[in-house]
């Protein structure tokens, strides 16, 4: 399949990111990012390596892509949300009482130096499911559990063998009501949608028996292409249902016309918009792009003044250890006001919070 060859292809040292941009980096900093790629590495397709402008040191594909000297800051944490305390079976966290989620491999068409998940993306398959058997009784035997994520890594980087075994064993379960692929391959590799037919006519099959949704992950408007959309729209022609999660990154996108251009145009292709993220603390990413609640507050209601009902349809919130956070805004007296959105714990359920928060205060502490 051709986006298999393309993923040979794919860009994962600092030689190769030099010959590839034209760049003139001096030795010391080539050493640099040497280093930092051995500890978070680096893989970039070369369909998204080509929408970078090569003539702008700011560019947001660039910044998403490569990494960045910020990248050897420790600050911060591998596990900003608790993902090890709501492990219940390898590979598979229940955290929120109705959905599952399975870490179904580590690989990713490119590794984003923002993932949250930097601890296995590229580097571990520790957490990874290895027993589907273990995963499918545990399921079965919480009727309360109404839907499952497939993740990652990410979940189209399966192959299509595998997708076919999950779906199919997935969709027996009476109780499931829709099963979800978290997948960034329509952004960073859509050939693997659009130019795989077999993978395609797997989710049509499944599809009429379970609805499918695909979750996509659109950070800039720069990622939306004729590619990316071609993509998008061979999803929906076999009924698959598509959203879109932006994380709110520095440098990237934020400020409020970039955020609402970026929604309007998700919501045009039907990718519609189901969360804004605050970014997480993680170590390596945490100082680089990490945005203020104060500051992105501000951003977030300014995009939301220039969207219409369904673009502006999305929850600006955070995934907090003990639940997801819904950030509604500032208030008074430095004050940002939080609701739970979904819980880990039955007490904070619809639980609204008046919280004080410093100048460059970006997360809330574990306990709230």
Sequence with gaps: ????????????????????????????????????????????????LSLINPNDPEDPIKKLCIPSIKETDLSGSLDTSGEASNTVVKGLQHKYRQTGMILSTSKCAMYCRHCFRKRLV????????????????????HEEMTNVLISGGD???????????????????DHLSFIRFGTRTPVVLPSRIYGDEELLEILSHYNKQKQIYVITHFNHPNEITKESVKAIDALKKQGIIVRNQTVLLKGINDNSETLAT??????????????VFQCRPVTGVKNQFQVPFKTSCKIVDGARARLNG???????????????????GEIENNKILFKYHQTKYDKDQGRIMAIEVTDDQAWLPDVI
């Design 1 to 48: 399949m051709e986006w298999k060859k393309e993923l040979e292809t794919n860009i994962k040292t600092a030689e190769g990111v030099k010959k590839a941009l034209n760049w003139d980096l001096n030795a010391e900093d080539e050493e640099k990012l040497k280093n930092i790629i051995k500890r978070y590495p680096m893989s970039i397709p070369e369909y998204y």
């Design 122 to 141: 590229g580097q571990s398959d520790d957490e990874i499911n290895n027993s589907f058997d273990d995963i499918i009784n545990y399921i079965n035997n």
């Design 155 to 173: 979940s189209f980087m399966n192959s299509n063998e595998q997708i076919k075994h999950y779906l199919s064993e997935l969709v027996k379960i």
């Design 262 to 275: 970026l929604l309007r145009k998700l919501t045009e292709i039907g990718a519609v918009p189901y969360y």
């Design 310 to 328: 369904i673009s502006k349809s999305f929850k600006y919130a955070m995934s907090h250890p003990t639940g997801k956070i819904e950030i509604l």
